[in-house]
């Protein structure tokens, strides 16, 4: 099955600076990466999607890189701001059929004013 | 409110009892998905549906849970026999079948086992 890693599992930025979120997956196969952020004691909420037919997204000051020949994709947040602290989890699916996310473990991105 | 609500938000059991668990997707939406999350991990996909047949079921799922979506609307998950290991969050999420893929999670069952 689909595994996926997520590095780094902490990042501290300064408010006003980017910050980078990297993930590597698998199988070969799949073909949709949502990036999901999740604030204590809440819900996930998806931030981005790309799916393998595209190599990059943007969505005003977030962006999502896919290198299918590497399997990695990584999430750039651009003009960080406080708001943005919370936990990002990466996710893969598609593979074999399966429909079903597999997640990355998630990065604790922290602002710091 | 017209997303994902789940029922109940915590469940405290004792070692042994049976957990049900319910799950109302945004209505016209015909996946729904079971996922469980512990402290400090991502949430790990345990099953999913589309309309009433379940699809998928994660190998990683044991025989005490099991999962229902008789009419193709609301979906339950059963757990039976409890183990403390069964502690944690339980999220359902729902998506369309065509185009948009996006999947909405619920505020979760918070479930622990003592």
């Known amino acids: 099955g689909e595994n996926v890693e997520q590095h780094p599992s902490t990042l501290s930025v300064q408010e006003g600076d980017s910050a980078v979120i990297k993930c590597t997956y698998s199988d070969s196969a799949s073909n949709y990466f949502p990036w999901y952020k999740q604030e204590l004691g809440k819900r996930p909420q998806l931030i981005i999607d790309i799916r393998s037919n595209v190599g990059e997204k943007k969505d005003q000051r977030i962006a999502v890189t896919l290198n299918k020949t590497a399997k990695h994709f990584s999430l750039h947040i651009t003009e960080t701001q406080p708001e943005d602290s919370a936990v990002y989890f990466c996710?893969?699916?598609?593979?074999?059929?399966?429909?079903?996310?597999?997640f990355g473990k998630g990065t604790h991105l922290i602002i710091q004013p | 409110d017209t997303g994902v609500s789940q029922d109940p938000r915590h469940k405290i059991t004792k070692r042994g009892q049976n957990v049900t668990f319910r799950c109302d997707p945004i209505?016209?939406?015909?996946?729904l998905y079971w996922y469980r999350q512990t402290l400090g991990q991502g949430p790990e996909f345990l099953t999913y549906?589309?309309?009433?047949?379940?699809?998928?079921k994660s190998r990683l799922l044991s025989d005490r849970f099991s999962a229902e979506r008789p009419k193709g609307s609301f979906s339950t998950l059963e757990i039976q026999r409890t183990e403390q290991g069964d502690s944690a969050m339980y999220l359902c999420?729902?998506?369309?079948?065509?185009?948009?893929?996006?999947?909405?999670f619920g505020q979760g069952t918070r479930l622990t086992v003592v």
């Open positions: 996710a893969a699916s598609g593979g074999g059929g399966a429909d079903g996310l597999t």
């Open positions: 999420a729902s998506s369309l079948v065509v185009g948009n893929t996006e999947a909405f």
């Open positions: 209505s016209e939406h015909n996946r």
């Open positions: 549906f589309q309309n009433e047949a379940q699809l998928e």
